[in-house]
């Protein structure tokens, strides 16, 4: 069992910045690739942003993965010392308003799609 609460969210003007941040707890936090979707009201919950079980290697593969949508703009971070993961949001925009949730799996390829843990999420509203 994996708990996984996130804060940071907020109300934040369009071209600001936020951090979110999700604290793990339960078992051990570098077992677990971590990422991060969003659901605005109305439209399907969405994959933001993955980061590897590794926060030290690094292959051609690469340790992150992000959605088109937000790449360049957001970046996802982790610090296993705190068991904790980060999603810096920069240049925001209106249409990045949504609740965003902290996700966990037991690997990079299938967190993007299939979570094994979710936090309860945390509101993201940007105004233009």
């Known amino acids: 069992q994996v708990q996984l609460v996130e804060s940071g969210g907020g109300l934040v003007q369009a071209g600001g910045s936020l951090r979110l941040s999700c604290a793990a707890s339960g078992r051990t936090f570098t077992n677990y690739a971590m990422g991060w979707f969003r659901q605005a009201p109305g439209k399907e919950r969405e994959f933001v942003a993955a980061i590897s079980r590794s926060g030290e290697m690094r292959w051609s593969g690469g340790s992150t993965r992000y959605a088109d949508s937000v790449k360049g703009r957001f970046t996802i971070s982790r610090d296993n010392a705190k068991n904790t993961v980060y999603l810096q949001m920069n240049s925001l925009k209106p249409e990045d308003t949504a609740v965003y949730y902290c996700?966990?799996?037991?690997?990079?390829?299938?967190?993007?799609?299939?979570?094994?843990?979710w936090g309860q999420g945390t509101q993201v509203t940007v105004s233009p």
């Open positions: 996700a966990a799996g037991s690997d990079i390829r299938v967190v993007v799609t299939t979570p094994d843990y």
